[in-house]
T-cell receptor, first 116, second 114 residues
Framework: EPEVTQTPSHQVTQMGQEVILRCVPI?????FYWYRQILGQKVEFLVS????????KSEIFDDQFSVERPDGSNFTLKIRSTKLEDSAMYFC??????????????FGPGTRLTVL | AQSVTQPDIHITVSEGASLELRCNYS??????LFWYVQSPGQGLQLLLK??????LVQGIKGFEAEFKRSQSSFNLRKPSVHWSDAAEYFC????????????FGTGTQLKVEL
């Protein structure tokens, strides 16, 4: 069964450093997403990406965040200058891009980011 | 703004007992409703979804959920819980015209006593 994969599973970084989280969505999917879950809190939407551009982003997704589809398979989330409060589990998801929002999103296992 | 409420943070049931996890949403448009499960160290696995039609939907692992528009609810049920069902359960909602983003509830941690 196709699945979303994410690397690394755990990333430790120093405050102010740049990190890139990587995701390989399901191959025939066209919509890609990043969500995050701060420890003990709910899963929050960050950004959606379709047709090589951001489709929607939340207030959390400020200028220090960026997303990219550098090739035909990877989807990345870059945090330019990490802060302590960026420590969280980051989930990538993908969907087929069915119309009217009736899309089912399939999630990867997550990358736990720890900022020291 | 849309919101999702899971009123029970923790639930403990005995193995073999029935289970109901509550989920309420707040929004005026037609919702698309999902339940995901997260086992420790794992990602979010889709249990079931409701888009339209029959308001009682069946999912994987013996779970079902019923959409009640009048109550703005989408409660998850299982007639007989197994120890392997211990996990965190998230209700999530998408909305017509809301793009494709999902709004999640805070989750319900299920503990199963043997």
């Amino acid at each position: 069964e196709p699945e979303v994969t994410q690397t690394p599973s755990h990333q430790v970084t120093q405050m102010g450093q740049e990190v890139i989280l990587r995701c390989v969505p399901i191959s025939n999917h066209l919509y890609f997403y990043w969500y995050r879950q701060i420890l003990g809190q709910k899963v929050e939407f960050l950004v959606s990406f379709y047709n090589n551009e951001i489709s929607e982003k939340s207030e959390i997704f400020d200028d220090q965040f960026s997303v990219e589809r550098p090739d035909g398979s990877n989807f990345t989330l870059k945090i330019r200058s990490t802060k302590l409060e960026d420590s969280a589990m980051y989930f990538c998801a993908s969907s087929e891009a069915r119309p009217h929002g009736s899309d089912t999103q399939y999630f990867g296992p997550g990358t736990r980011l720890t900022v020291l | 703004a849309q919101s999702v409420t899971q009123p029970d943070i923790h639930i403990t049931v005995s193995e073999g007992a029935s289970l109901e996890l509550r989920c309420n949403y707040s929004y005026g448009a037609t919702p698309y409703l999902f339940w995901y499960v997260q086992s420790p160290g794992q990602g979010l696995q889709l249990l079931l979804k409701y888009f339209s039609g029959d308001t009682l939907v069946q999912g994987i692992k013996g779970f079902e959920a019923e959409f009640k528009r009048s109550q703005s609810s989408f409660n998850l049920r299982k007639p007989s819980v197994h120890w392997s069902d211990a996990a965190e359960y998230f209700c999530a909602v998408g909305f017509t015209g809301g793009g494709n983003k999902l709004t999640f509830g805070t989750g319900t941690q299920l503990k199963v006593e043997l």
